[in-house]
């Protein structure tokens, strides 16, 4: 966790001598945590998985995350929970169709750290919409603990950081 959070400094520190640290805007990006089979079309998350949303709290504490955002689901939701908890945010609903949310979150918390929690295919989508490069593929289905760090000036012309937690 330390290394994690030595890289997270490392980020913010290379990233904010290119430009003003205001005008960059820091988006973290998961995939929901393993999810249970209680419910095929929205399950909720297994017992795994519900550790793993802890650690994701535990690993980004020291974070100033000033906004946390999720599709509708459940898992999604439920990944995103402890650390919204902790930060006292609530977990935003975006729609990842929409083809303005990305802006719209840009434009709503410019300068700040959003993290938003997607699916396998929603989450590389995202990640490469912010960099402006087809760099990531879907995750393999039992792929989890993957964060995207991905820092922005403008949708599209963004640097980013894969790491495991």
């Known amino acids: 966790m330390k290394k994690f959070l030595v890289l997270l400094m490392i980020i913010g ?9 205001d005008n960059l ?7 929901h945590a393993e999810k249970g089979n209680d ?7 297994s017992t795994e998985g519900e550790a793993r949303a802890q650690k994701l ?5 020291d974070q100033n995350i000033t906004a ?4 509708p689901f459940k898992r999604t939701q439920s990944t995103a929970a402890p650390l919204a908890k902790a930060k006292g945010l609530s977990v935003e609903t ?3 169709r929409s083809q303005t949310f990305l802006q719209e979150m840009l434009d709503k918390h410019q300068g700040g750290t ?17 960099i402006g490069s087809a760099t990531f593929e879907q995750l393999d289905e039992s792929e989890y603990g993957m964060i995207f760090i991905i820092t ?4 599209g012309k963004g640097k980013a950081t894969v790491v495991k937690y």
């Open 57 to 61: 709290a535990q690993v980004l504490a």
């Open 94 to 96: 975006y729609d990842f």
């Open 25 to 31: 805007t820091t988006f973290i990006l998961v995939r």
């Open 152 to 155: 922005v000036s403008s949708i």
């Open 114 to 130: 959003i993290l938003i929690s997607g699916h396998s295919n929603t989450t590389p989508m995202v990640a490469n919409a912010l």
């Open 13 to 21: 520190l290379s990233t904010g001598s290119a430009l003003a640290q």
């Open 68 to 71: 946390i955002y999720s599709t």
């Open 39 to 45: 419910d095929p079309r929205d399950p909720s998350l």
